[in-house]
């Protein structure tokens, strides 16, 4: 009878197959297991690491010219040299560190404006999902005037307005890019809205900010992630088309988008001007991409029974 | 009549040749496993059915028992990667063994063998006229006319009882109600005169007073055309007032089969008796505790060794861990001679007279042993402790921007009150504005006119996290019902950090005593919701409500999204509960059977208005208002054999924007009169609003139309 009474023991208290496993430690193996999540969190945290530690790593000033040394083709190509890596430019300035430090402007453009835009959307979503009413009908014309207006033409225009500066191009750049956020936490809050655990949170004594901040907004915070990272990506383009344009990131600072537009002159006989900062903005936008796609695979499947 | 003629023809030759040599449906050694990422899952093992012509089988069990797949696998519609085998498969003279998913589905399923889902909101479609969805059934398998479809459908639509039934066939699925639904699925099932029908729950979301009226319709149908019927249900007075035949699934397996009156009556499989004993019933349990089965179903994932019940079986023995029991059949009432459709058969190694022997399994363990319910009843106070006093509310409804604004009256005149320890049930069909009376007896809501009282002052007058702490809520569905981001523990702990009681490192002292109080084991602290099953969520949501020690629960529907022996598990910490704490319940429910072991007091809602409201003795044994005695009628308790009442229940649906004039109930009542269309009965002195109370018997009734009428 050994055996049936282990199994009474066992049923002390009405028992499931509880994974052993935590929901943290299930989520780094899911991490773990996608493909498409490690390699973009390996390349962003790669490209972070160069562009915080640039002027460790850079070989020399991103400023610094040398007429002498113009337009230096990168070492594997004829005519480079080991000196530049990657040659130079029109002016002879390093290509390699100008690439290294653009890359600091690039993520600062990027995680500045994914950040005000993120505090934009999601502070009119989760109001607007929350409250209803006039509220949302005030922030859903909102949303239909911000899709109406030519983003990139708008945006050149402020910061044409305003005089360029990196913190401008961030908050202009951020001002512009709500609406995902927008659209996505609005619909989400109505529906957690619906739910008992609200009702159970008001039938407690919960305040509104309470009920907002402690249960709704931990449930957005997947998505907002997600969003986050695909935003970031979009701003860093953004970014590089007014830098290309003329209106954003000014010489002499280096930005990816400023160099193909100083490169596009000489881009027939130097398409290296061209193709690096290319290369490296592609880089850097698929790697964010990646890694939201991965990041919602790998967070959304809230495996609700 | 020339449809008729020829839809009852076939049927009735059939009977006479093929019953005697072999029956309609034959499955033998039915396997369905599922592929799933941690293993291969054995959703069905080794089931063996026969079904004759005629017959109505009925297959119980819990959720995750199988039913639903034995189902699917005869109809082809099983999920993409399950695997089915079996020794054999056969519907009349189509071998489904030998045929594809996809050839069934072209000959067989939507012709010899229908199905009847669960959910009539969501099996049709919406974006289709009625006449189009039932003629499609037929015309898609290429053996009618669009003219001669068109036929059956009016004809089958007059026969499950829909009134005007030309006019139907152009409505969309939105102009009807879910009971009107589920009969247009019905006749649906019926276009292509199948020989099986199978309906999966096919009342489980509907309201009660509905669900008798379907099942009867379903059971009249199917003799009428002389069909096979497999009816599924969890519920086991739903399937003993229709089924010939029942068959008990456990974990994936078939563990007892006889008919209906002998499983009922003297089961043998101690699940089946387990089962039987969760079962509130009026008269069963006077003060008892219901019966409970201890543990969960276990995973069907991975191989199994020995008796799948064995974990949870009070009669446990060393022998059922080692091997599967073998299915014994056994000569009953209803076998025949034929070995084949043998049926009285459990799979058990007790023997099969061991229940007369054997005194109720033991109970679980408790530490209030005896719980009496009528203690703590009637200790009257001078004032109650919590009353509405003619409480309406209305919502403005405004279809569009141009639209005039109507007022939707969801709770009208309602007084009632409750005093200490009451237990007061709050009955009616969904829509009646019991949730809409609840959410203001919480505080959440106010009232458009009259005023709530709590303890003789204003309920909103009171601070609200003074109120809060005295009244609080458990939900219907426990998945909802819990944040998916929070731990059990800062669930359970919330309330007292949003009230700041007491020292922060008690709180986490009151949340272990809390859990120990609902029977949570301590080691779910750190789970997420989702990592614990139906029933621990539903105790963790009680324990939420419970921590700050309030005087009233509401709960809303608070079982009926749980299994029934989990049900039986919270019924009983309910009680244990109000025992303890003192408690007092409102309980929303529509289940008179939960309202019969539970409540003290019962208040009947129809329309936004209490009807009759009364002790729970009173009520039972002598109903006054027609509305409560239907409710009573359409309750479905276990009586084998017994077919389901005709309640006279008229079915037109008074839309609650345009309230017929007099009564409210009277385009419904078997009762009315002609003064009930003209004058609104008051509340009498014994609270029932009726005109006919107390009833004379002289008065001549007017004649409702049974049929559904266009709303």
Not at chain 2, 59 to 80: C, D, Q
Not at chain 2, 133 to 139: H, I, N, R, V
Not at chain 2, 318 to 347: I, M, N, T, W, Y
Not at chain 2, 513 to 539: D, K
Request: net charge neutral; with cysteine.
């Amino acid at each position: 009878m050994a055996r049936v009474e282990q199994i009474e023991r066992e049923l002390d208290g009405p028992d499931e197959a509880v994974s052993s496993l935590t929901t943290k430690a299930l989520m780094r193996r899911r991490m773990l297991r996608h493909k498409g999540f490690l390699f973009g969190a390996t390349v962003l945290f790669s490209l972070v690491f160069l562009a915080i530690f640039a002027p460790l790593i850079a070989p020399f000033d991103p400023l610094d010219q040398s007429l002498a040394r113009r337009l230096l083709p990168p070492v594997w190509s004829e005519g480079g040299v080991w000196d530049h890596l990657l040659g130079t430019d029109h002016l002879g300035r390093d290509y390699l560190s100008r690439l290294l430090y653009g890359a600091r402007i690039s993520l600062m453009v990027g995680i500045g404006a994914a950040t005000v835009g993120l505090l934009i959307g999601v502070t009119l979503g989760v109001c607007a999902g929350y409250f209803g009413g006039w509220i949302d009908q005030v922030v859903s014309y909102l949303l239909t005037c911000q899709l109406a207006l030519p983003g990139l033409l708008l945006a050149m225009s402020l910061v044409f307005l305003i005089g360029p500066s990196v913190f401008v191009v961030i908050c202009v750049i951020g001002v512009l890019h709500w609406t995902y956020y927008l659209v996505v936490t609005r619909t989400a809050t109505m529906q957690i809205k619906q739910l008992d655990y609200i009702s159970s949170a008001r039938a407690i004594g919960s305040s509104n900010s309470q009920i907002i901040f402690y249960e709704i907004l931990p449930n957005l915070l997947n998505q907002i992630i997600v969003i986050f990272t695909l935003e970031i990506g979009i701003a860093i383009l953004a970014e590089a088309a007014l830098s290309f344009l003329g209106v954003g990131i000014q010489a002499p600072t280096p930005s990816w988008g400023l160099m193909i537009a100083e490169g596009k002159t000489a881009m027939f006989y130097r398409p290296w001007l061209v193709i690096l900062p290319g290369i490296a903005i592609f880089m850097l936008v698929i790697s964010t991409n990646l890694m939201g796609d991965g990041l919602r695979d790998v967070t959304a499947p809230e495996n609700r029974n | 009549m020339i449809m008729e003629a020829d839809t009852e023809k076939p049927g009735a030759e059939n009977t006479v040749a093929d019953v005697k040599q072999n029956p309609l449906l034959k499955i033998e050694n039915l396997e369905v496993d599922i592929p799933t990422a941690n293993g291969t899952l054995h959703a069905v093992r080794d089931v063996s059915l026969t079904l004759n012509r005629g017959e109505a089988l009925g297959i119980v069990g819990e959720s995750g028992s199988g039913k639903s797949m034995s189902a699917l696998a005869l109809l082809g519609l099983l999920p993409a990667k399950a695997q089915r085998r079996a020794s054999t498969l056969r519907l009349g003279r189509h071998d489904l063994l030998s045929m594809s998913d996809g050839e069934i589905a072209k000959k067989v399923s939507g012709d010899r063998i229908t199905m009847i889902f669960q959910e009539p909101m969501t099996s049709l479609n919406p974006v289709y006229s009625i006449g189009r969805q039932l003629t499609e059934t037929m015309t898609l398998h290429g053996k009618s006319s669009e003219a001669q479809a068109r036929e059956r459908a009016i004809y089958l639509l007059g026969k499950v009882g829909l009134s005007a039934a030309e006019s139907r066939l152009a409505q969309y699925p939105h102009q009807l109600s879910g009971g009107q639904r589920q009969r247009v699925m019905i006749a649906m099932a019926l276009m292509n005169e199948p020989e099986l029908i199978i309906a999966d729950e096919p009342t489980t979301a509907l309201d009660v007073t509905v669900q008798a009226q379907i099942l009867r319709l379903l059971g009249d149908l199917q003799r009428e055309f002389n069909m096979a019927m497999i009816l599924i249900s969890h519920d086991l007075g739903v399937i003993s007032r229709t089924v010939d035949k029942v068959a008990v699934m456990y974990a994936g397996q078939l563990i007892e089969t006889g008919t209906v009156k002998e499983v009922l009556d003297q089961p043998r499989h101690p699940y089946t008796r387990g089962l039987l004993d969760c079962i509130p019933e009026p008269g069963k349990q006077k003060s008892a505790r219901l019966g409970t089965i201890r543990g969960l179903v276990p995973s069907l994932i991975g191989e199994t060794k020995g008796c799948a019940f064995a974990n949870r079986c009070s009669m446990v023995r060393d022998d059922c861990l080692d091997q599967s029991p073998p299915l014994k059949v056994e000569e009953g009432e209803g076998s025949s001679p034929d070995h084949s459709s043998a049926f009285r058969s459990f799979r058990c190694v007790l023997p099969a007279d061991w229940v007369s022997d054997q005194p109720r399994p033991a109970e679980e363990t408790s530490n209030l042993v005896n719980l009496s319910l009528e203690s703590g009843v009637g200790q009257q106070e001078a004032v109650p402790l919590i009353e509405a006093k003619g409480v309406s509310r209305r919502f403005s409804i405004r279809r569009s921007l141009f639209s005039r604004t109507e007022t939707l009256t969801a709770v009208d005149d309602v007084s009632l009150s409750l005093s200490k320890g009451d237990v007061l049930a709050l009955v009616g069909e969904s829509g009646c504005g019991k949730s809409t009376l609840a959410k203001m007896l919480l505080g959440l809501d106010a009232p458009s006119n009259g005023e709530i009282l709590f303890e003789g002052a204003p309920l909103s007058g009171i601070n609200p996290l003074e109120r809060t702490r005295r009244i609080q809520p458990v939900f219907q569905d426990p998945y909802s019902s819990l944040n998916p981001r929070k731990t059990i523990g800062e669930i359970i702990i919330r309330p007292l950090n949003v009230h700041n009681f007491g020292e922060v490192k008690d709180r986490q002292k009151e949340v272990e005593r809390t859990m120990e109080m609902v029977g949570l084991p301590r080691r779910l602290f750190h789970s997420f919701p989702n990592q614990i099953s139906g029933g621990q969520r539903q105790r963790v949501a009680i324990a939420r409500a419970i921590i700050m020690r309030p005087e009233i629960l509401i709960c809303d529907e608070p079982t009926s999204a749980l299994d029934v022996s989990v049900q039986a598990q919270i019924l009983n910490l309910l009680q244990e509960l109000r025992q303890e704490l003192g408690l007092t319940y409102l309980l929303i429910t529509h289940d008179l059977s939960v309202v019969e072991y539970m409540a003290t007091k019962i208040a009947v809602m129809y329309l936004g208005q209490i009807v009759e409201l009364a002790e729970k003795e009173k009520i039972f044994s002598d109903a006054a208002h027609p509305y409560t005695n239907v409710l009573l009628q359409s309750l479905l308790t276990m009586q084998p054999g017994q077919k389901i009442p005709d309640t006279g229940l008229g079915a037109v649906y008074s839309n609650p924007l345009d309230l017929p004039k007099g009564c409210r109930f009277h385009p419904r009542c078997p009762e009315a009169i002609n003064e009930c269309r003209l004058k609104e009965p008051e509340l009498g002195s014994l609270y029932v609003r009726c005109l006919r109370h107390p009833l004379k018997s002289n008065d001549v009734t007017i004649k409702n139309e049974t049929n559904f009428l266009e709303y």
